[in-house]
């Protein structure tokens, strides 16, 4: 797993500045209320099991620590549902979006952001306690997710914290697809997978994971309290990115009960909770 160690945390930053995730979730003009509600709208509708995994509503009057919170759609979710968040993300400009989120919906008041490394966050943001630490596919862009982990353990959380991460699913139907794009170079997979993976082409960093190796990842610190997959993207891309939902004709012809074990069995999204010792 230490297949992107050497990669440069600065070409990681470079690789979400220069598009930061979700971006082209909507069309009109990026920072008005307009333009925020799309973007989370299409965010949820693509990934509809992202707000009952983090389950907003439980946070409320909670400290909640969000790791690479990008242009801040869960962020500003935590916020509605009165949780007081701390939004932590390496990327300038996503960070610059995240904050026009905050001020348009009238909640700055409520989260404080933060530019970081987090496998360097303590030089960042003083050790505190939260009651949940939070992070939707980030720890598997970073050089070494396991120093983020390292970070939160010592750092971030009391006996009985919440850790909930989504990470890549390695077994899924989506590292099969790059595959087939890629004629099956099967020696190359980590390298495919990257480049891949993201909207845009060319992630700098993506690590995968099978349900054993993130329990690895997540270490001795933390019990495991729930581990599921899901999330297969069944749109045609040439639709979706004119903001056209079409599903490819084998996703279209499958029965929904099928479709949905699927994506329970090789879904894109390996979501974890998990409770600090
Ligand atoms: C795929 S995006 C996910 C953003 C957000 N969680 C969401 O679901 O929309 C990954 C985010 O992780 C951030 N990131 C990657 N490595 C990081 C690190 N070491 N420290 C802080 N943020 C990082 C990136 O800047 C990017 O905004």
């Given amino acids: 797993m230490k297949r992107f160690a050497e990669v440069p945390i600065e070409r990681v930053k470079s690789f979400w500045d220069a ?49 690479g919170c990008g242009i801040g759609t869960d962020t500003i979710n935590f916020a509605r549902a009165g949780a007081e968040i701390t939004a932590v993300d390496i990327s300038t400009e996503s960070l610059k979006i995240a904050k026009k989120r905050a001020e348009v919906f009238g909640l700055s008041d409520k989260i404080k952001f933060y530019e970081a490394d987090a496998e360097r966050l303590s030089e960042y943001l003083a050790p505190q306690a939260f009651d949940l630490v939070y992070s939707f596919g980030v720890i598997h862009h970073s050089p070494h997710p396991e120093k983020i982990i390292e970070q939160i353990r010592q750092n971030y959380v009391r006996k009985g914290s919440i850790l909930k991460i989504m990470v890549y699913h390695r077994y899924s139907w989506k590292v099969l697809w790059m595959l087939f ?34 329990e690895d990842l997540i270490g001795d610190g933390f019990i495991i309290r729930e581990k599921f997959v899901d999330h297969i993207f069944p749109y045609k891309i040439s639709k979706y990115v004119k903001y056209e939902y ?32």
């Fill in 181 to 214: 794009q890629e004629k099956g170079k099967f020696w190359k997979l980590d390298e495919i997978i990257a480049k891949h993976s993201e909207a845009q082409t060319g992630c700098p960093v993506t690590y995968t994971y099978t349900k054993r190796s993130v």
């Fill in 19 to 67: 598009r930061p995730c979700n971006i082209r979730h909507s069309p009109l003009e990026v920072g008005t209320k307009e333009y925020f509600d799309q973007v989370e709208h299409r965010k949820y509708f693509v990934e509809p099991h992202i707000p009952k995994f983090a389950d907003f509503q439980r946070w409320k009057d909670k400290k909640v620590l969000e790791i």
């Fill in 246 to 277: 079409e599903k490819e004709w084998y996703w279209r012809l499958m029965p929904q009960p099928l479709f949905r074990f699927l994506e329970k069995t090789i879904g894109w999204h390996l979501c974890v909770t998990a409770e600090a010792k």
